[in-house]
């Protein structure tokens, strides 16, 4: 999971660090764009000026080739079904560099590789000097990003057309449960969200005192991470719903999930907001810390059951440092496979086959099998 779930904090940083450049994904005069580029929001322009112009809701290509093109300033010819929105270009064309499949795996894209070098060493220097210095991490990393959300909230809300993407988000589709696909992600969604079956809450939970009490413990960041994950989606939704207002869709044609909510809908949404940058900025930089949040967390829980086990090595001077930034270095190394220009799609064989669905459920069960009849639930107890 650390390995794969990194990049996307990659990915991350490059939309950061691109959006004090005045959000470069919003027009077609790039080295990425190709003839096919359409600016966002052009060719949707474009199609409400016909209609007004022609008074009608459905055109025709027989219609738009014959309209006065000197009238025009955005060449009709990119405006159809082959069109690429300039979002996109920069995604797959400058981020991503992708191939046309697995099979083709290219060269290492320079400034992925950057990228994701630099998440590791922000979570190496996180997590080096032991829980403690962890600890202290935490304050900045765990707090700040609610303050970024309120500011996003209160900012999502006021934009016209959120309203539509909030009533989404909270309307429920009943006939939806019915839909296997649907218990998978919920599952996954969770599974990511209280960081279950990856040894981050029990290598955390190992440093508590010994009656401290754990119930009201469980209790309280169950209550706090939903309660989050749940104020987060009217953050998320609000912008969605702008989205779909200024682009004249429904709510359920703009909303994405994956990677294409954060690195595709979202920087699209923003671009017609004045001082977009800032926007664009403030959300990635949320995006990091909370992903960082979740690395270092995860690789603790690796760290600490290896620390327990072998604790003459790590007692060495810096044999913990030195240990971490060699397991750092090695899973950057391994990384490095999903920067390549076919990159992404070994990125989605870790996800599907790694680290999501019934992969992270069956091996939480065995968990559950392996603590309570092998190793003894008597032990356990005394143990924790």
């Not at 998440?119 to 600890?135: E, P, S, V």
């Not at 508590?208 to 939903?226: E, F, P, T």
């Not at 968990?367 to 032990?379: D, L, V």
Request: hydrophobic share 50%; aromatic share 20%.
């Amino acid at each position: 999971l650390n390995i794969y779930y990194i990049v996307v904090l990659a990915w991350a940083l490059i939309y950061f660090f691109y959006s004090f450049y005045n959000v470069p994904w919003g027009d077609c005069n790039n080295w990425w764009n190709t003839e096919k580029c359409v600016p966002e929001y052009g060719c949707r322009s474009l199609n409400e000026t016909l209609k007004t112009f022609y008074n009608t809701s459905n055109l025709s290509q027989h219609e738009i080739s014959n309209f006065n093109l000197s009238l025009l300033p955005t060449n009709l010819t990119l405006c159809n079904e082959n069109s690429t929105q300039a979002v996109r270009e920069f995604w797959e064309r400058n981020v991503l560099h992708i191939s046309n499949g697995i099979e083709e795996p290219g060269s290492i894209i320079w400034q992925l590789s950057l990228a994701l070098f630099v998440a590791w060493a922000l979570c190496y220097f996180a997590i080096f000097k032991g829980i403690k210095w962890t600890g202290k991490v935490l304050y900045i990393t765990a707090l700040f990003p609610y303050v970024i959300l309120l500011v996003l909230f209160f900012r999502g809300v006021t934009l016209p057309g959120a309203g539509n993407g909030i009533y989404f988000y909270l309307a429920p589709d009943f006939s939806k449960l019915s839909d296997s696909n649907v218990w998978i992600d919920a599952v996954t969604q969770i599974f990511f969200t209280y960081g279950l079956a990856l040894g981050a809450i029990v290598a955390l939970g190992s440093y508590n005192n010994y009656h401290n009490g754990i119930v009201k413990q469980a209790a309280l960041i169950c209550i706090l991470d939903s309660s989050t994950s749940f104020f987060t989606g009217f953050v998320v939704f609000s912008f969605i719903g702008y989205m779909a207002y200024e682009q004249n869709q429904p709510v359920d044609q703009v909303a994405m999930s994956g990677p294409g909510l954060l690195f595709l809908a979202y920087p699209s949404g923003i671009l017609k907001l004045p001082g977009a940058a800032v926007w664009s900025a403030l959300f990635f930089l949320m995006v990091i810390l909370i992903g960082i949040d979740s690395q270092f967390c995860t690789m603790e829980g690796f760290f600490t059951a290896l620390i327990d086990e072998f604790p003459r090595i790590f007692r060495r001077k810096y044999g913990r440092e030195i240990f971490i930034f060699i397991i750092c270095f090695l899973s950057y190394l391994i990384g490095l496979s999903m920067t390549c220009e076919g990159g992404m799609y070994v990125f989605k064989i870790f996800d599907f086959y790694g680290a999501s669905g019934w992969v992270l459920l069956w091996l939480l069960f065995f968990e559950c099998i392996a603590i309570s009849w092998c190793y003894g639930k008597y032990f356990s107890c005394d143990n924790f």
